[in-house]
């Protein structure tokens, strides 16, 4: 199945996230742009047409992929970008190019963070230094993880976008027979549901760890939904109002929280159960393979609540161990105390 509206594709990053999208558009018949910051994983892509390190079980067609380490390149062969690298190094890859380049592209968020050097989403920092035009601007939220994708097994996106012509347009582009798509207009709602999320599952990780066990795991996820549904709810009548009231209990908000928390294939959790074992924060870091975003987000969130006046008392204890070095151990007998 091929989508020709979006024009020519390009793809920044190819980590597993990266990687799981090239693979989905590629299988629906569309031709990639593909930057790639590693030479020798180009070199690779194109000799051997699979991903050295991130999925490294799918398979590309040799026509359908253009790997290049060169970003100018990519963009000036594409007419929707998708960006696909960690929110750490987004405004770094953005601002390695001229201004130009970037130029009345349509843009396509699969960053689940916020940019640390500005604390705010992409869309937000678009527009105050790119002077952008949001109706181009669309993001990706699950729930869905890069393996399952991988597997071929059934997986749902929600696209959020304030032009609704564009946004079902990237939503078709993706659907398949594995992949189920739903669209919003919610980009800010749904953004900071999945920059939240992240934050929250690096808890679910260390409550793992720490030897809670699954009756304490649901009744901190319930608070942390709860949590997430204040900050969302004051953000929309604080900042964001609309005639049109997201619906905050769908899978790209209260979805996309519980498999976070709960999978395997959570990297956030994943860091929160090393965090709950015992090993200092750098150390978790250096140990894993893939960017936590939850670890940015949990410092952005704090300076986004307080300059918003909305309390977060759940990311807050979070923030401190990660940030504060406060220990796992006795920041959760303190949240044994606030939730219900």
């Not at 949590?227 to 049109?244: Q, R, T």
Request: aromatic residues 10%.
């Amino acid at each position: 199945m091929s989508n020709n509206s979006l024009g020519r594709i390009g793809i920044i990053g190819n980590g597993s996230w990266g990687t799981a999208i090239a693979k989905i558009l590629t299988d629906n018949g569309n031709t990639i742009h593909w930057w790639v910051r590693n030479a020798e994983s180009v070199k690779y892509l194109r000799e051997r047409n699979h991903n050295p390190h991130y999925l490294t079980s799918v398979r590309f067609l040799p026509h359908t992929i253009h790997p290049d380490d060169n970003l100018e390149i990519v963009l000036n062969n594409s007419d929707t970008v998708i960006m696909c690298v960690p929110s750490a190094y987004a405004q770094g890859v953005i601002e390695s190019v001229d201004k130009k380049h970037w130029q009345h592209k349509k843009i396509v968020s699969a960053i689940k963070g916020i940019l640390p050097d500005t604390n705010l989403l992409l869309n937000d920092y678009l527009v105050r230094d790119f002077n952008y035009d949001l109706n181009n601007y669309a993001a990706i939220t699950g729930p869905c993880h890069a393996e399952e994708i991988a597997d071929e097994r059934l997986s749902y996106l929600t696209f959020s976008g304030l032009n609704d012509t564009l946004t079902s347009s990237i939503a078709n582009s993706f659907s398949n027979t594995y992949l189920n798509t739903t669209h919003n207009h919610d980009i800010w709602g749904a953004q900071f549901a999945a920059v939240l999320k992240n934050i929250y599952a690096i808890g679910a990780g260390m409550a793992r760890a720490l030897d809670y066990g699954d009756n304490f795991l649901s009744v901190y996820i319930t608070n942390c939904y709860r949590e997430m549904y204040h900050f969302l709810n004051m953000h929309f009548e604080k900042v964001h109002p609309s005639n049109e009231r997201p619906d905050f209990h769908t899978s790209a908000y209260l979805g996309d929280l519980l498999v976070t928390c709960y999978s395997l294939y959570s990297r956030n959790r994943t860091l929160g159960t090393m965090l709950g074992k015992g090993y200092s924060v750098k150390n978790a870091i250096l140990e894993m393979s893939m960017v936590a975003e939850g670890y940015y987000a949990a410092r952005g969130m704090q300076a986004i609540s307080a300059s918003f006046a909305i309390d977060i008392p759940i990311a807050n204890h979070l923030y401190k161990v990660l940030w504060q070095n406060a220990g796992a151990a006795e920041t959760f007998l303190q949240l044994e105390k606030l939730l219900s």
